[in-house]
Nanobody, 113 residues
Framework: QVQLVESGGGLVQPGGSLRLSCAASGSAFTIYTWAWFRQAPGKQREWVATITTTGNTDYPNSVMGRFTISRADAKNTVYLEMSSLKPEDTAVYYC???????WGQGIQVTVSS
């Protein structure tokens, strides 16, 4: 059973930056595409970023150019670098082993002055 542990969230001012990490247990990390999602209060969970096994990335327009997903296979870790943060980026962020029911516990990101 793969377990995911997210870290790096917190409170940041508008325009600031944060880096989220998602550390995965188990030996199958490298064969999966990984993704980040987020869920704001009262809203549905939405997709934020994806990275394939070959390092190809994709983002929705809402975060394109501001967020960067990366992976360190040797560390079984996927990252989400967030910059130029806006109040509307406030949400609980989750990492996901794409195509599976494996999710992290979620980590709060709050963008506020």
């Amino acid at each position: 059973q793969v377990q995911l542990v997210e870290s790096g969230g917190g409170l940041v001012q508008p325009g600031g930056s944060l880096r989220l990490s998602c550390a995965a247990s188990g030996s199958a990390f490298t064969i999966y595409t990984w993704a980040w999602f987020r869920q704001a209060p009262g809203k549905q969970r939405e997709w934020v970023a994806t990275i394939t096994t070959t390092g190809n990335t994709d983002y929705p327009n809402s975060v394109m150019g501001r967020f960067t997903i990366s992976r360190a296979d040797a560390k079984n870790t996927v990252y989400l670098e967030m910059s130029s943060l806006k109040p509307e980026d406030t949400a609980v962020y989750y990492c996901n082993q794409l195509g599976t029911s494996t999710w992290g516990q979620g980590i709060q990101v709050t963008v506020s002055s």
